[in-house]
């Protein structure tokens, strides 16, 4: 495993050069697009959940799961600094860029984890405040800080922190966690480690250099490949669970189990196709596959339910 160099393992998480950053370096270390599919997955959880809200405070909820989505992000880049200096993809972010200090990234991240919990247990309920809470802190402290660098099961076990959001946007409305906001998280859960582990085997020069043991990495390609088709096939009949389970209806379980059989279909060619440039267009093929997947999942629960609703109200 490649180690860090001696210039950032000196540096750790001390101070970076930065100093001048603009208000858009601070969205940045808000990762925005991480954070538009956690909006997306806790907006359906919301409107799935039974009962309703009003609109002032679902939007107050989606706000502050927004704001700790976002403070959980500025966070994991003021302690990945050192590594994500190392790595093409992320050598351009905020702080091993210098445009913001290690110190800034931290007090930002801190306050807004702080503001967002404390808004929505405030203006909502204190059950939702708490699962955002704990969220924050798996992301931070048991995924960044804990699971990251130390082993290749670390986007398996750490990807939770990710399937969580519909279910906090169901106890936002609830006060309660029911069965069908866990296979929400179930989904997310189990789509997790083949989206990542396909970027993965593109980038394992990176994550080898910054010493990251992710899949490839520690395992070879060979066996990413494996279990990037077997959680594949797994996942393809837990995507139409809502159907099954009677919470979505038959044009979800449809559009569900089409995907599902195109995302098992792409991670097999995966598995097939080893060596040169196909290999890496398959992979990459698969990895942004598998970001319309989810969000296509999502947005027939939205849409059904709400058309449903609609005419149920006619």
Do not use: C
């Not at 402290?141 to 399937?163: C, D, E, F, H, S």
């Not at 929400?184 to 085997?201: E, G, K, V, Y």
């Not at 398959?282 to 942004?288: E, G, H, V, W």
């Amino acid at each position: 495993m490649a180690l860090v160099d001696d210039r950032s393992m000196t540096m750790g998480r001390a101070e970076w050069t930065g100093g001048s950053a603009s208000v858009g370096d601070y969205f940045e270390l808000l990762k925005p697009r991480v954070m538009s599919l956690v909006i997306f997955t806790a907006l359906t959880g919301m409107v799935l959940a039974p009962g309703g809200v009003h609109p002032l405070l679902g939007f107050v909820a989606i706000l502050g799961i927004a704001v700790g989505a976002g403070a959980s992000g500025a966070l994991n880049m003021w302690y990945d600094a050192d590594i994500d200096r190392l790595m093409s993809r992320t050598a351009r972010r905020p702080v091993p860029d210098g445009r913001i200090t290690a110190s800034e990234a931290l007090q930002f991240g801190m306050v807004l984890s702080v503001l967002s919990v404390m808004v929505l247990g405030v203006a909502v309920n204190w059950a939702a405040a708490s699962m955002l809470a704990f969220t924050i802190f798996f992301y931070v402290v048991v995924y960044t800080m804990g699971l990251k660098r130390r082993t290749p099961q670390n986007i398996v076990i750490g990807g939770a922190a990710g399937a969580f959001p519909p279910m906090i946007g169901w106890t936002a409305v609830t006060g309660t966690l029911s069965w069908e906001s866990a296979i929400l998280f179930l989904i997310i859960f189990m789509w997790t480690p083949p989206h990542f582990w396909a970027l993965a085997l593109v980038k394992s020069e990176d994550y080898a250099r910054a010493g990251v043991p992710m899949m490839p990495v520690v395992q070879g390609a060979a066996s990413t490949r494996r279990q990037i088709v077997l959680y594949a096939a797994l996942l393809a009949p837990i995507g139409v669970l809502p159907t099954v389970l009677g919470f979505a209806g038959l044009t979800y379980g449809v559009v569900a189990a089409v995907l599902g059989a195109v995302f098992l279909a792409f991670s097999v060619q995966v598995a097939r196709v080893t060596e040169g440039p196909e290999a890496r267009k398959a992979a990459m093929r698969l990895f942004f596959f598998s970001i319309g997947y989810l969000f296509a999942l999502f947005a027939v629960l939205l849409v059904e339910h709400l058309v449903v609703g609609a005419l149920a109200g006619v």
